[in-house]
């Protein structure tokens, strides 16, 4: 907390954070209000609301109240850390990057940074450079269950497949009831073309956040692949995901020009699979009633 903190604030500071781990949103909100009308320019409540609002999704309103947190302080180290996350979040690419450099050059000790510019590495295949940020986010700490899990994921997607095991190990010893890290040792099971371990993360992972429907959209998923109809028509299209973009375009044209029935009859018996998979997924999760 910055110097200019009473010690009468320090006890809403303390209930608000409480709050806040307790999902109690409104409330927070009030307690850091309260602050403020004390003491109007204390940028440590503004960039705690900023935090409030980037929690409950109000991206807008989030960075409206850092920039009012920077105007007092430049380089508060909160309000920075919560406008990177909003620009992550909202896949602002431009402006996460311009965002999490600064932030870093301020806090370079943030773990949560490097992690973050790792995601968007991969994203692009560079898995190499995504590497190299993860090793400096396990640096500062090693212990982390989310960065052991992604560098499982990432490790796999470059065909390194006993370090990607390796860690995983690491990340089910540290956090084996993370449901974001069991998201990532799901994808790195299924880049590996372990579906059964896929499917055991992911109903793990839907287990602890059964609400998130990212979660249990990845389960679907994972019970897809475990399918052998689908997974003998997806085995190709897995392929050719591993190539570059000029190579696929390249491909399909030769295949287009020469074998176009051959390619026709393919991409209906695909959709055909796909659909009947994901039927016996949807009553294997949700029953014969009609899924959220």
Same mark, same amino acid.
């Given at each position: 907390?910055?110097?200019?903190?009473?010690?009468?604030?320090?006890?809403?500071?303390?209930?608000?954070?409480?709050?806040?781990?307790?999902? *109690?949103?409104? @409330?927070?909100?009030?307690?850091?209000?309260?602050? %403020? !009308?004390?003491?109007? &320019?204390? $940028? +440590? =409540?503004?960039?705690?609301?900023?935090?409030?609002?980037?929690?409950?999704?109000?991206?807008?309103?989030?960075?409206?109240?850092?920039?009012?947190?920077?105007?007092?302080?430049?380089?508060?180290?909160?309000?920075?850390?919560?406008?990177?996350?909003?620009?992550?979040?909202?896949?602002?690419?431009?402006?996460?990057?311009?965002?999490?450099?600064?932030?870093?050059?301020?806090?370079?000790?943030?773990?949560?940074?490097?992690?973050?510019?790792?995601?968007?590495?991969?994203?692009?295949?560079?898995?190499?450079?995504?590497?190299?940020?993860?090793?400096?986010?396990?640096?500062?700490?090693?212990?982390?269950?989310?960065?052991?899990?992604?560098?499982?994921?990432?490790?796999?997607?470059?065909? *390194?497949?006993? @370090?990607?095991?390796?860690?995983?190990?690491?990340? %089910? !010893?540290?956090?084996? &009831?993370? $449901? +974001? =890290?069991?998201?990532?040792?799901?994808?790195?099971?299924?880049?590996?073309?372990?579906?059964?371990?896929?499917?055991?993360?992911?109903?793990?992972?839907?287990?602890?956040?059964?609400?998130?429907?990212?979660?249990?959209?990845?389960?679907?998923?994972?019970?897809?692949?475990?399918?052998?109809?689908?997974?003998?028509?997806?085995?190709?299209?897995?392929?050719?995901?591993?190539?570059?973009?000029?190579?696929?375009?390249?491909?399909?044209?030769?295949?287009?020009?020469?074998?176009?029935?051959?390619?026709?009859?393919?991409?209906?018996?695909?959709?055909?699979?796909?659909?009947?998979?994901?039927?016996?997924?949807?009553?294997?999760?949700?029953?014969?009633?009609?899924?959220?």
């Amino acid at each position: 907390m910055s110097e200019r903190e009473t010690l009468d604030a320090r006890p809403l500071f303390a209930r608000a954070q409480r709050l806040i781990e307790w999902n *109690r949103y409104k @409330e927070a909100l009030q307690e850091l209000e309260q602050i %403020l !009308r004390s003491d109007p &320019e204390n $940028p +440590d =409540a503004m960039a705690m609301i900023a935090n409030v609002h980037l929690l409950r999704q109000h991206y807008k309103k989030a960075l409206q109240w850092t920039e009012m947190a920077l105007r007092i302080d430049p380089d508060h180290l909160i309000a920075w850390y919560v406008r990177v996350l909003v620009f992550y979040q909202t896949e602002k690419v431009k402006e996460f990057y311009k965002a999490v450099d600064y932030a870093l050059r301020i806090d370079p000790e943030e773990p949560q940074y490097y992690f973050l510019k790792a995601n968007y590495e991969n994203r692009k295949k560079r898995f190499k450079e995504a590497i190299a940020l993860l090793e400096e986010a396990l640096r500062l700490r090693p212990e982390e269950p989310l960065y052991l899990a992604a560098m499982s994921y990432t490790t796999a997607y470059a065909g *390194r497949f006993a @370090e990607s095991e390796e860690y995983e190990r690491h990340a %089910l !010893r540290y956090g084996a &009831e993370e $449901p +974001d =890290a069991l998201l990532y040792l799901s994808w790195a099971a299924r880049a590996r073309g372990d579906h059964k371990k896929q499917e055991e993360f992911a109903r793990s992972a839907v287990r602890l956040n059964p609400e998130d429907k990212q979660t249990r959209n990845e389960y679907l998923e994972a019970l897809q692949y475990s399918n052998l109809l689908y997974r003998v028509f997806l085995w190709p299209i897995m392929k050719l995901r591993k190539l570059k973009s000029w190579q696929v375009l390249v491909i399909w044209l030769i295949g287009w020009m020469f074998i176009r029935g051959i390619l026709i009859l393919f991409l209906i018996f695909y959709f055909i699979a796909y659909w009947i998979s994901r039927w016996i997924v949807h009553v294997r999760v949700f029953g014969w009633r009609r899924g959220s």
